[in-house]
């Protein structure tokens, strides 16, 4: 069985869905010194409208290897910052904690 640890370091990247603005979103997974896991989400994109930090969202996770099914997991969003600090022009980071709690729910 893989821990929870490693499974996080193998997820690629996530999708969600928003209610509103009705939206489907869907980002390649980034890791940094500063921020473990993190997505980028445009400075014009609709989806920065309707995330604020502490909400919790169903993500999918995907994996590199796609013989390996993606899991649903309930994610945090921890902070959502400009990008441009950490070299992201034109982009938001937007920090994500799978909330181990709720999940264990899931699996």
Not at 1 to 19: C, D, G, N, R, W
Not at 25 to 35: C, M
Not at 72 to 94: V, W
């Amino acid at each position: 069985m893989i821990t929870i640890e490693k499974t996080e370091k193998a997820y690629t990247s996530a999708e969600f869905q928003l209610e509103n603005p009705g939206i489907f979103y869907q980002f390649k997974l980034r890791r940094h010194r500063d921020e473990p896991l993190f997505g980028l989400v445009h400075s014009g994109s609709k989806a920065l409208e309707s995330l604020k930090k502490g909400d919790l969202i169903p993500m999918t996770y995907h994996f590199q290897d796609r013989t390996i099914p993606a899991e649903r997991k309930t994610t945090r969003i921890k902070y959502i910052l400009d990008g441009t600090t950490m070299g992201f022009k034109d982009h938001f980071i937007i920090a994500l904690d799978i909330n181990l709690d709720t999940n264990k729910e899931d699996e």
